[in-house]
T-cell receptor, first 113, second 114 residues
Framework: AQSVTQPDIHITVSEGASLELRCNYS??????LFWYVQSPGQGLQLLLK??????LVQGIKGFEAEFKRSQSSFNLRKPSVHWSDAAEYFC???????????FGGGTRLMVKP | DTAVSQTPKYLVTQMGNDKSIKCEQN?????MYWYKQDSKKFLKIMFS???????INETVPNRFSPKSPDKAHLNLHINSLELGDSAVYFC?????????????FGPGTRLTVT
């Protein structure tokens, strides 16, 4: 079965610093991968997705992610974090039928002033 | 303008009661979902409906009964509520026939069972 793992439960960065959130997937073929963000008390917003082609994908809010097959990873990055980026971030993979998302456990990002 | 909406946003009720959560999407999608997010933020799918037909039922207790009167609506009825049902329930929708059917989520319904 497809699965994703987010090794870091909590991450704290200073405002203006760079950010990398880790996501590892488990799947033989090319997976469909997503990053979602959940701000406190809010629903989930799609940041970006990967399904084929260019392995570096750009998303909203200045985020990008790189698909690395050799490392089974799809890490999320941002060059300069803003206080408003403090939220819970979820990596997810879509099954072959395209009808079920499986989420990682989430990484809570805190931003220090 | 809201793409996926849920009502109510908060629901506080006592054990043993029956309650419903409603979901509507105006994106013209053919597939809708219910997810449960527990107190540790873990998100797991419960149900999925495609064109009003149930396609995924992830071993959810039969106290939970989804109903899809049309493609734009997916309601969740819960009978005999238990303490363990306390969670945030998210509705989502997608278009299965698109190349990659990313899912759009509602704002969530926080259910507290006392």
């Amino acid at each position: 079965a497809q699965s994703v793992t987010q090794p870091d439960i909590h991450i704290t960065v200073s405002e203006g610093a760079s950010l990398e959130l880790r996501c590892n997937y488990s799947y033989g073929a090319t997976p469909y991968l997503f990053w979602y963000v959940q701000s406190p008390g809010q629903g989930l917003q799609l940041l970006l997705k990967y399904f084929s082609g260019d392995t570096l994908v750009q998303g909203i809010k200045g985020f990008e992610a790189e698909f690395k097959r050799s490392q089974s990873s799809f890490n999320l990055r941002k060059p300069s974090v803003h206080w408003s980026d403090a939220a819970e971030y979820f990596c997810a993979t879509l099954n072959n039928a395209g009808n079920m998302l499986t989420f990682g456990g989430g990484t809570r990002l805190m931003v220090k002033p | 303008d809201t793409a996926v909406s849920q009502t109510p946003k908060y629901l506080v009720t006592q054990m043993g009661n029956d309650k419903s959560i409603k979901c509507e999407q105006n994106l013209g999608h053919d597939t809708m979902y219910w997810y449960k997010q527990d107190s540790k933020k873990f998100l797991k799918i419960m149900f999925s409906y495609n064109n009003k037909e149930l396609i995924i039922n992830e071993t959810v207790p039969n106290r939970f009964s989804p109903k899809s009167p049309d493609k734009a609506h997916l309601n969740l009825h819960i009978n005999s509520l238990e303490l363990g049902d306390s969670a945030v329930y998210f509705c989502a929708s997608s278009q299965l026939t698109s190349l990659v059917g990313e899912q759009y989520f509602g704002p969530g319904t926080r259910l507290t069972v006392t």
